[in-house]
């Protein structure tokens, strides 16, 4: 949506290699719903003009997508 072609390369790129990491998580009902109201939390810090709490947002989803994707990765329940 950017028009900006470089980015939407590398978010493609990105989207691809992470896809079976994201199909894996969302097996779990408890962390599809999770991902949604966080993503939620954020947008509506972005309508809201909070770029600091957007941010922060993201953080907190990135950190528990990265320990939801460890915990595949170690053959443990994501809902642990």
């Excluded at 896809?19 to 097996?27: D, E, L, T, V, W």
């Excluded at 939390?41 to 989803?61: F, K, T």
């Amino acid at each position: 949506m950017s028009g900006n072609v470089f980015l939407a390369e590398v978010t493609r790129g990105g989207r691809n290699r992470l896809a079976p990491f994201r199909k894996a998580q969302f097996n779990h009902t408890d962390r599809l719903l999770g991902s949604i109201s966080e993503h939620e939390i954020i947008v509506q810090a972005i309508l809201n003009g909070d770029g600091e709490a957007a941010a922060q947002h993201m953080r907190d989803h990135l950190r528990v997508v990265r320990n939801s994707v460890g915990k595949i990765m170690q053959g443990l329940d994501v809902d642990d």
